[in-house]
């Protein structure tokens, strides 16, 4: 059974920077599209990075702020997060992905673990 720990969140200022971690256990990890996704308050859930085969893949609204990597050793995905914003404020999730085609949506596989919450104070 396929298991996410996401783990590294917590209260930064504007501007600063947070490294999340994703421990994924329970399946061949290398072998895995991963994606992080976030849930602010009253929204719905969002996918902000993907790492796949293909390379990374970025929302507009984290591009160029946000790099998401892989540790095939650790079975982790961390999410570097730069230059964070208020709007950035969620809990944040990962999750093995899926598309049925390139230039489809990515879709999440799996059940969703705990979250780790980020809080960005302006």
């Known amino acids: 059974q396929v298991q996410f720990v996401e783990s590294g969140g917590g209260l930064v200022q504007a501007g600063g920077s947070l490294r999340l971690s994703c421990t994924v256990s329970?399946?061949?990890?290398?072998?895995?599209?991963i994606g992080w996704y976030r849930q602010a308050p009253g929204k719905q859930r969002e996918l902000v990075a993907v790492i796949s085969d293909g390379g990374t893949n970025y929302a507009d609204s984290v591009q160029g702020r946000f790099t998401i990597s892989r540790d095939n050793v650790m079975n982790t995905v961390p999410l570097q997060m730069n230059s964070l914003k208020p709007e950035d404020t969620a809990v944040y999730y990962c999750n093995t992905v899926a598309r049925i085609s390139d230039g489809a949506a990515w879709l999440p596989l799996r059940a969703w673990g705990q979250g780790t919450q980020v809080t960005v104070s302006s």
């Open positions: 329970g399946s061949t990890f290398k072998l895995k599209d």
